[in-house]
């Protein structure tokens, strides 16, 4: 049984497909142990609480510096014993520590197709305005492990989207999570649960 940890900081739909797939059986072997989030309000907490999986608040705000938050999460995590930490639209800088327990074992979804769009500053519906300025006819998302870098770990799984004439960054960012981000997240996550992930020349791919 694959036990996870899902950070979260905000509606928490990529944690609900998560939760709804292992429900269904498309996802198999695999536990939600707890839903931590650094945002209090965060709806995903609800989610998470409403389904009965443990949820609690892990904010900066609640420490005097960032090095006690750092250490505050890493054992929040810890104490959980998770064989795979999943980043579902967490908004907070990982911490290197974090990283390094968690190396091989920390995966986090991104709403574009890596490298596109990624890096400092592309997050949430930055990242479908940036998508629609460029004038890309194709998006989508990505899940990759995480590495000391921002969204430049061995990429797992893509899945891709088309941009329509006339979107919005908000509609665009809408069917990249139906149409990708809930599909793939959840794909990768049964793929490790059920030891179907290789690493290849630094490259990772599920059988
Ligand atoms: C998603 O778009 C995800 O790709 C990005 O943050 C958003 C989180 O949405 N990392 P939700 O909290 O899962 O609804």
Redesign the pocket.
Same mark, same amino acid.
């Given at each position: 049984m694959l036990n996870i940890v899902v950070l979260?900081?905000?509606?928490?739909?990529?944690?609900?497909?998560i939760m709804d797939k292992i429900a269904d059986g498309t996802v198999t072997n695999t536990k939600i142990a707890a839903v931590i989030s650094n945002n209090a309000n965060?709806?995903?907490l609800e989610r998470a609480k409403n389904a009965g999986i443990p949820a609690e608040c892990i904010s900066p705000k609640q420490f005097e510096n960032r090095d006690l938050f750092n250490e505050a999460l890493l054992a929040g995590v810890k104490k959980y014993n998770p064989d795979l930490v999943v %980043?579902?639209?967490? %908004?907070v800088i990982i911490p290197p520590a974090l990283i390094a327990e968690y190396r091989n074992r920390l995966i986090?979804?991104?709403?574009s197709l890596i490298p596109s769009f990624c890096g400092t500053g592309y997050?949430?519906l930055k990242?479908h305005e940036a998508v629609l300025a460029r004038g890309n006819k194709v998006t989508g998302?990505t899940v990759h492990f995480v590495d000391e870098g921002t969204d430049t770990g061995p990429i797992l799984i893509q899945k891709a989207v088309y941009v329509q004439q006339g979107d919005t960054a908000e509609v665009l960012?809408k069917r990249?999570?139906v149409e990708a981000?809930w599909e793939i997240l959840p794909q990768a996550i049964d793929a490790i649960a059920n030891g179907r992930v290789v690493m290849e020349d630094g490259k990772a791919w599920i059988k």
């Open positions: 979260v900081s905000g509606g928490g739909t990529n944690l609900q497909a965060a709806y995903a %980043l579902a639209g967490f %908004l986090n979804i991104h709403p997050y949430g990242v998302a960012q990249v999570m981000e």
